[in-house]
């Protein structure tokens, strides 16, 4: 069973508003990612950590931002959420191979 | 930038069939991974193959590493509708070891 969470699972808000998604992970990975997905669509990468305050874009141009202050923490925030950013949001870590992911946050912006 | 490649896209077949799904690449890998994701949650861990000409099973599915470990495959004998699902490839980049994701294969098996 793989320890690494998120939350809210389910969440609407309205347009403007300024949200965070967490994502935890207590198996001591260096690396998280998140990831962006549509209904019946591949994942997308939209944001990268190698490690404690290392983060990077990912394959897909987000206006989302992380952080990543400590090695089990790995919030995602959207300033001001549009309904553009409606989707599934994925949260995973990884060691050297295996990557294991949280059960995702379902984000409707109406 | 080393890429996965999954065929096919998208495969729909009736309930006892047999079916294999591929995962391809110009890049040699260290590991590939298998995936499926259910809709609505994340994709969960199958297995890891490591060394090249590897078979592993896991009850009906079978997964295959290249002698090159640059392609895997995973059959699947005997269909049922509780196989149906997103099937995901993946593998750890060369440098860095960052996972990367292949598109994957949306597999659907009716009753």
């Known amino acids: 069973e793989a320890d690494i969470y998120q939350t809210p699972r389910y969440l609407v808000i309205g347009t403007g508003k300024k949200i965070t998604l967490e994502c935890s992970q207590t198996?001591?990975?260096?690396?998280m990612y998140w990831y962006q997905q549509d209904p019946g669509m591949e994942l997308h990468l939209i944001h990268y950590?190698?490690?404690?305050?290392?983060?990077e874009k990912g394959d897909l141009s987000s206006e989302s931002t992380v952080s990543r202050i400590r090695t089990e923490h790995f919030p995602l925030t959207l300033e001001s959420a549009r309904p553009s950013h409606t989707s599934q949001y994925l949260c995973?870590?990884?060691?050297?191979?295996?990557?294991?992911f949280g059960q995702g946050t379902r984000l409707t912006v109406v | 930038t080393q890429l996965l490649e999954q065929s096919p896209q998208f495969l729909s077949i009736q309930e006892g069939e047999n079916l294999t799904v591929y995962c391809n690449s110009s890049?040699?890998?260290?590991?590939l991974q298998w995936y499926r994701q259910e809709p609505g949650e994340g994709p969960v861990l199958l297995v890891t193959?490591?060394?090249?000409?590897e078979v592993k099973k896991l009850k009906r599915l079978t997964f295959q590493f290249g002698d090159a470990r640059k392609d895997s495959s995973l059959h699947i004998t005997a269909a049922q509708p509780g196989d149906t699902g997103l099937y995901l490839c993946?593998?750890?980049?060369?440098?860095?070891?960052?996972?990367?994701f292949g598109a994957g294969t949306r597999l659907f098996v009716k009753a």
């Open positions: 995973a870590s990884s060691n050297f191979a295996e990557a294991f």
């Open positions: 198996m001591g990975h260096d690396k």
């Open positions: 193959v490591v060394t090249g000409g």
């Open positions: 890049s040699v890998f260290s590991s």
């Open positions: 950590s190698y490690g404690v305050n290392s983060t």
């Open positions: 993946a593998g750890p980049q060369r440098v860095g070891f960052k996972t990367i």
